[in-house]
């Protein structure tokens, strides 16, 4: 089955839609939000730990499953699906963004960008076409183009210039792609230069995509200035195609960006902060490690119905977190997948129900004074850590 | 429901036997395997996870529990099977070992041990009375006696004085044992000494307990004389009593032991080894970071029923470990211990059918060739870290 979106409802007060996303792995009811699972497993997670979470479709990350296990395995596996045993759909980075961030290890050119390996420094060479072909090889339904992530803060000629390459890799990865069934997303850039957005989203309209995706946001700029280019830009994109605000972000930006029009998210928070012991609830984040818990017999978090809060008491998880149990990074992650996935049920009714902006009104007001959130840069893969140290 | 033990079966050609314990928190059949639950949680397990692979009852490490997070916080939140949500048996050793193991920060009296923390090094004392309280306050279902755990090697002289301590102790935890509907096992030591052993075992039935451990074995002693000890103590134990071969391990060990009429087994063998990467299968020991499983794409074992074997090839498994993935320690740990469990479940199926002398002939001559186990010591916690390095 090929790859199709279906706009059902936009809310007349906002610019909130509800939608749904048809692949050759099933269906995805939008807005959602992706798990990320950047060296083919969702930290901490089973595929069934996920299903019951509730999560339709996860991110793979295509720069750390090409450096490892190689996407050719993956391919000969059957595809990413098969290899890590999760039937339902796939989204793939193009592996960019962490080329990118490697900084003095790569060199960007007019053909593609030359890297080094963070792992062991051997050098490779990512070109438009090879994105594709490695996202091809992994099997994912939807693909990204390889783009040019413009930084922050970036002058308006750069970006004009950063942007027109990616506008060319872009129909270098349109021309690319070879699977029908299968589909491709592109990114618009332009920093926070309207104009070089709006310059963007109809560069990449003209080209033809399967859905349209927000990048460079989420990688420094102060908040507000993401919040008015993110809504500055949406409503730019072709509406009869999926939005994806790529990297974002925390439950209160998700709730923004939904406002805005914005169809998918991902981002590492809900994982990355479960291992430092960072959890969100229905009354605000509980850091799991403070004294306050030691002898609460309380469930994390009493409306929250995944296994973590229907099992255990707070007192017990925070034992766990300090005693440093594998099974700590296991029910955090748990609980804080299912509290974005839920999040987002949430919000899908509330547009369904014509109520989203009510939603929206009382979820920013109850959680104005924990605002803040402790991942500047969404948008990454979740081996990036920078607190923890959780690996076996 | 107070405690007891059935023996439906023993082997006529073997000493092995067929038996039932109830307990407060549920029936056990026997021989039985107990994974290791050192600070509240079998590592990298859910609750549920390990009744899935048929876990009937766990055991749990007193000295862990009583420094972090205490006994009296496990107390008040009802008990160690509330806290950390399992609702079948738990037996508890005394913390004896741990802290014998600690080696210049305690000090043995006749009293009890002093003995300082290894977290933070504050001071704490010991006696029998005191390890008896904490675990009634734990809710153990089966308390073990504080037990001076003879070394190896140890002196005729050195191993009677030992025992004698042991035996005084053995007989002030059952004056101070207060709960009449949980059991207290007594422990045998003795070194290598055989009429020290027999010696052991009489006193011990002297005073009276719903159990006797094997204490003083596989604690660094060559193989050959722990199966001689072995072979020797197990007779002199009461028969209508469970009889539990403390820290003991490797699989075919546990098929020796049962030969020998032995009902528990505890080791952290199979929890341990798989955090390092070291699986159990039915067709031998894999090390699944090798370069011959990275293609690999059948399960671990075919024979196996559990969640990893039938989900997961051997070529994500070994991307998993490579990657230091969370996940890696989850299903690795998923397999070990079912392995151990469906080990028992073959042992007691045996017994049953009059063919236990055959399997056990069998499991020894396929097994012969890796029959060196990587863990010396099994009687411990699972904290005792040597290879590995797998905490949040």
Same mark, same amino acid.
């Given at each position: 089955?090929?790859?199709? /979106?279906?706009?059902?409802?936009?809310?007349?007060?906002?610019?909130?839609?509800?939608?749904?996303? @048809?692949?050759?792995?099933?269906?995805?009811?939008?807005?959602? +939000?992706?798990?990320?699972?950047?060296?083919? @497993? %969702?930290?901490?997670?089973?595929?069934?730990?996920?299903?019951?979470?509730?999560?339709?479709?996860?991110?793979?990350?295509?720069?750390?499953?090409?450096?490892?296990?190689?996407?050719?395995?993956?391919?000969? =596996?059957?595809?990413? =699906?098969?290899?890590?045993?999760?039937?339902?759909? !796939?989204?793939?980075?193009?592996?960019?963004?962490?080329? /990118?961030?490697?900084?003095?290890?790569?060199?960007?050119?007019?053909?593609?960008?030359? #890297?080094?390996?963070?792992?062991?420094?051997?050098?490779?060479? &990512?070109?438009?076409?090879?994105?594709?072909? !490695?996202?091809?090889?992994?099997?994912?339904?939807?693909?990204?183009?390889?783009?040019?992530? @413009?930084?922050? $803060?970036?002058?308006?000629? *750069?970006?004009?210039?950063?942007?027109? &390459?990616?506008?060319?890799?872009?129909?270098?990865?349109?021309?690319?792609?070879?699977?029908?069934?299968?589909?491709?997303?592109?990114?618009?850039?332009?920093?926070?230069?309207?104009?070089?957005?709006?310059?963007?989203?109809?560069?990449?309209?003209? !080209?033809?995509?399967?859905?349209?995706? !927000?990048?460079?946001?989420?990688?420094?700029?102060?908040?507000?200035?993401?919040?008015?280019?993110?809504?500055?830009?949406?409503?730019?994109?072709?509406?009869?195609?999926?939005?994806?605000?790529?990297?974002?972000?925390?439950?209160?930006?998700?709730?923004?960006? %939904? =406002?805005?029009?914005?169809?998918? +998210?991902?981002?590492?928070?809900?994982?990355?902060?479960?291992?430092?012991?960072?959890?969100?609830t229905n009354h605000?984040? %509980?850091?799991?490690?403070?004294?306050?818990?030691?002898?609460?017999?309380a469930p994390l978090d009493e409306t929250c119905d995944?296994?973590?809060c229907r099992? +255990?008491?707070r007192? *017990? &998880?925070?034992?766990?977190?300090?005693?440093?149990?594998?099974?700590?990074?296991?029910?955090?992650?748990?609980?804080?997948?299912? #509290? *974005? &996935?839920?999040?987002?049920?949430?919000?899908?009714?509330?547009?369904?129900?014509?109520?989203?902006?009510? #939603?929206?009104?009382?979820?920013?007001?109850?959680?104005?004074?924990?605002?803040?959130? $402790?991942?500047?840069?969404?948008?990454?893969?979740?081996?990036?850590?920078?607190?923890?140290?959780?690996? $076996?």
């Amino acid at each position: 089955m090929s790859y199709r /979106f279906e706009l059902f409802k936009t809310d007349p007060h906002t610019g909130a839609r509800l939608g749904r996303m @048809t692949t050759a792995h099933g269906e995805v009811r939008t807005p959602v +939000f992706m798990p990320v699972g950047t060296q083919g @497993t %969702v930290k901490a997670m089973t595929p069934d730990g996920l299903k019951e979470a509730g999560a339709e479709i996860i991110l793979g990350n295509t720069y750390h499953l090409y450096l490892r296990p190689g996407h050719e395995l993956i391919r000969d =596996h059957g595809g990413l =699906h098969r290899f890590m045993r999760w039937d339902r759909p !796939i989204l793939t980075d193009s592996g960019g963004f962490q080329i /990118f961030s490697l900084g003095p290890l790569r060199k960007i050119a007019e053909e593609g960008v030359h #890297f080094q390996s963070h792992i062991d420094g051997s050098r490779h060479f &990512l070109s438009p076409e090879r994105a594709i072909e !490695i996202q091809e090889a992994l099997g994912s339904d939807i693909m990204m183009c390889l783009d040019d992530c @413009t930084p922050y $803060p970036a002058d308006r000629a *750069y970006a004009a210039k950063s942007m027109a &390459l990616t506008h060319r890799w872009a129909k270098r990865c349109r021309e690319a792609k070879s699977r029908e069934d299968r589909a491709l997303f592109g990114i618009v850039q332009g920093g926070v230069h309207r104009d070089l957005r709006r310059a963007s989203a109809e560069a990449l309209a003209a !080209i033809g995509f399967d859905g349209y995706a !927000i990048g460079g946001l989420s990688v420094g700029e102060p908040k507000d200035l993401m919040m008015e280019t993110l809504e500055a830009t949406a409503p730019l994109l072709p509406a009869g195609q999926a939005r994806y605000l790529m990297g974002v972000g925390t439950p209160e930006d998700i709730v923004e960006g %939904v =406002h805005h029009g914005i169809d998918l +998210f991902d981002c590492v928070m809900p994982t990355r902060c479960a291992r430092n012991g960072l959890l969100f609830t229905n009354h605000g984040k %509980v850091v799991i490690k403070n004294a306050r818990y030691r002898t609460d017999q309380a469930p994390l978090d009493e409306t929250c119905d995944c296994y973590t809060c229907r099992n +255990f008491s707070r007192a *017990y &998880l925070r034992h766990l977190f300090i005693a440093r149990e594998i099974l700590a990074l296991l029910l955090n992650t748990i609980h804080n997948v299912r #509290f *974005y &996935l839920a999040l987002m049920e949430r919000i899908r009714a509330a547009i369904a129900g014509g109520a989203f902006e009510a #939603f929206r009104r009382s979820f920013r007001d109850r959680r104005t004074e924990d605002d803040a959130g $402790p991942v500047a840069d969404g948008r990454a893969d979740d081996n990036a850590n920078t607190e923890e140290e959780d690996e $076996p």
